[in-house]
């Protein structure tokens, strides 16, 4: 056990398994008092109730029950194994979409331990469906669940960390696209955003606020076999759920005060800062463009050299 979060109090939502149970022992591990956080107690069984599985070659089949199994766990299962290390922990069971719940979430900090200096915003799951497809539904849920259960969090613990001056806030996103993740992605690319905008408000008050995207393995890459967009190569090529943990600890740190605002890759060993957007090509003249002009232009000087952003070529 480390002293680099010695007297800390953090929320860590998602963290019943996988990326979010490696990211609440290591804080743990680190002196962080630690609430777990999951929707319900026990694992949820979109893998087990998946028609899709019956599909799958014997072998497959076989390997994801494995690694389903082993992946289990809950809010209950996670705080377990911190007060095993000889660390505090305290579970909570609720959904983050729901902004009552969230602050019922951060209560439970503050009740607990007396504070809330750290909150990470890992909680997640996805629907995939093609844009044509996708239901008001299935696209409130992933929003909800994503976008809003992050807000959701921020909102009710940045009261706290302002009056107190310190206060860390870690956000999950995708720095990926995927098809059939309409949905997602837009979740994520709004988390993105909100970091900015809360790095910017809270700077003054001692509080940072960055993003993580994080790839390895976990339930989601088991469903992604299961729905034939990964294979099982693939996902046992994935760095191992609890690499990401170091590197969230370390945004938590003191040693990470002037780091705000800004988005990291976390894939095992390999950690990346994204660049921030910038023009990297203009056209300039007086007045309004016309069309005719922008024939010319647009393909000669702003777009040469130009790939789109899309692997595959349009229907």
Not at 163 to 171: A, F, M, S, V, Y
Not at 247 to 265: D, N, P
Request: proline share 4%; aromatic share 8%.
């Amino acid at each position: 056990m480390g002293d680099r979060l010695k007297g800390k109090v953090a929320v860590v939502t998602g963290s019943g398994q996988n990326i979010g149970r490696g990211i609440a022992i290591a804080m743990a591990k680190e002196g962080a008092k630690v609430v777990t956080n999951n929707r319900q107690p026990g694992s949820t069984d979109l893998i087990l109730n998946n028609p899709l599985l019956k599909n799958l070659k014997p072998d497959v089949k076989e390997w994801v029950l494995e690694k389903e199994k082993e992946m289990r766990g809950d809010a209950e299962t996670t705080a377990k194994a911190i007060r095993d290390l000889g660390g505090e922990a305290v579970p909570f069971f609720g959904s983050v979409a729901d902004f009552e719940t969230a602050g019922k979430l951060i209560k439970t900090a503050v009740d607990n331990f007396g504070k809330i200096d750290i909150l990470v915003n890992n909680a997640g799951t996805f629907e995939r469906s093609p844009i044509w497809e996708m239901t008001p539904e299935t696209w409130q849920y992933i929003v909800g669940i994503h976008l809003f259960g992050t807000w959701n969090c921020i909102r009710h613990a940045v009261g706290f960390m302002k009056e107190q001056r310190w206060g860390r806030i870690i956000n999950c996103i995708t720095a990926s696209g995927s098809k059939n993740m309409a949905n997602y992605q837009a979740a994520k690319g709004g988390i993105a955003g909100l970091t900015k905008a809360v790095a910017r408000d809270m700077w003054e008050f001692g509080v940072t606020c960055n993003a993580y995207s994080p790839s390895a393995r976990s339930r989601p890459s088991l469903r992604s076999v299961i729905l034939g967009t990964r294979d099982k190569a693939n996902v046992e090529s994935l760095p191992p759920a609890e690499a990401v943990g170091p590197f969230v600890v370390y945004l938590a740190t003191e040693e990470a005060a002037h780091v705000s605002g800004s988005i990291f890759k976390v894939h095992g060993g390999h950690v990346g800062l994204f660049s921030e957007p910038e023009e990297i090509a203009t056209i300039d003249k007086e007045g309004i463009w016309t069309l005719e002009e922008l024939d010319e232009q647009v393909s000669g000087v702003l777009l040469r050299g130009y790939k789109n952003q899309v692997q595959v070529p349009p229907r």
